[in-house]
């Protein structure tokens, strides 16, 4: 007998089901009774012993469902440490409910944050494995992380829409495409899209470089221009701020996010029409693509056989195309960046697309 709990966290994404549903289907299939206790709305339910006892039949016909049939919030691991309103401590409640249960592991879903306080429930004793999932792709110990793929779609359907109406107007138009700190996902949705100026974190831009890649096209006879801005880029000024006067800036920031910024900008210094479009959360949401399922059932199978074999303490991740086992010490606190100097961004260059540095 395998008693399991498991538990979504964070921003939700798509094909969280398809992953938790492997999990479970693994472990059905194999014969071991098992009993699944799902933690409802993240760590939350873990603290204050919110669970329902789940059998096979609830994670069937979800493979395609988006968002989390557990559902899931943000539990900053700053406060993990602080005790509630009511002074409970948060660790030793989880600690607590992991023993009442007599749980022989926790299956964690999540992001950066999400495994940061997973690798403390390790550090704590107790026995946990996680599954990568974020549509900004960040996750330090794997190439890829479900969520992901669905969300450059949906981005990449926006900045084509965006096309035609930037085409029949001549307008430059910036779509601002999530990511948080990170431009994998601008980066990808930006080129399948054809975008003509790419802006993430990674690489600071100079206003100056982006109108002159606008006026360029201008020149040519474009008659528009399409940027993918990542949420998170910033000006090569702005980059070369202290965190303390950075902080000061964004204190009185007048604009709703930086393509605001950035569109003011550009039509003061070209005269062109300029507007802003702003996906957001629809990145995150709908029925995960056809990778993504595969990719999510995938990676909980592993982890479904990863229990079954009672290998605890790592992260399923995915590397140079296998499935890999990654120590949770390893993931926790580290940032998967977009390498500036790396083939994808050599090749967009080559394409003609501009960073703006
Ligand atoms: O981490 C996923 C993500 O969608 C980021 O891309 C974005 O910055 C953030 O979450 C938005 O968070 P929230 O859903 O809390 O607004």
């Known amino acids: ?24 289907k693994c472990l059905t299939c ?13 760590y939350k339910g873990l603290i204050y012993g919110n669970f329902r006892m789940l059998t096979g039949a609830d994670f069937s016909g979800i493979l395609t469902k988006g968002g989390t049939i557990l559902g899931s919030s943000r539990t900053p691991f700053k406060l993990m440490r602080e005790p509630d309103e009511n002074g409970l401590d948060k660790v030793e409640a989880m600690k607590q409910n992991y023993y009442k249960l007599r749980l022989d592991c926790l299956v964690i879903l999540g992001g950066n944050g999400t495994h940061k306080t997973a690798n403390m429930l390790r550090e704590e004793g107790l026995n946990v494995v996680t599954l ?8 330090w110990g794997t190439d890829m992380t479900f969520g992901f793929q669905s969300a450059v779609n949906i981005a990449t359907d926006c900045i084509d829409c965006i096309h035609t109406t930037a ?6 138009f910036i779509v601002e495409v999530m990511g948080h700190k990170v431009g994998f996902l601008t980066l990808n949705a930006g080129m399948a899209g054809g975008a003509d100026i790419i802006l993430i974190p990674e690489i600071p831009y100079d206003i100056k470089k982006v109108v002159d890649a606008i006026n360029k096209r201008s020149e040519r006879g474009s008659k528009f221009t399409i940027l993918a801005v990542a949420e998170g880029a910033i000006s090569k000024e702005d980059a070369a701020l202290s965190k303390k006067e950075y902080k000061k800036k964004m204190a009185d920031y007048k604009y709703p996010s930086v393509s605001y910024e950035i569109a003011e900008k550009i039509q003061k210094k070209t005269g062109l029409d300029v507007r802003v479009t702003v996906p957001g959360h629809t990145q995150r949401g709908g029925s995960p693509c056809p990778y993504d399922r595969v990719f999510a059932s995938r990676l909980g199978a592993q982890a479904g056989r990863m229990i079954l074999n009672g290998e605890y303490g790592f992260m399923v991740g995915y590397k140079n195309r296998e499935i890999v086992k990654v120590p949770l010490e390893d993931v926790a606190g580290k940032l998967k960046m977009v390498e500036p100097e790396s083939d ?3 090749e967009a260059k080559l394409l003609g697309i501009s960073f703006g540095d």
């Open 1 to 24: 007998m395998k008693r399991i709990g498991m538990l979504t966290s964070g921003g939700d994404c798509q094909a969280l089901n398809a992953a938790m549903r492997g999990v479970v």
């Open 30 to 42: 194999s014969g071991e009774p098992v009993e699944i206790y799902g933690f409802l709305e993240g």
């Open 167 to 172: 085409a029949s107007h001549g307008r430059v």
């Open 344 to 346: 994808i961004i050599q």
């Open 132 to 139: 990568p999932k974020t549509i900004d792709n960040d996750l």
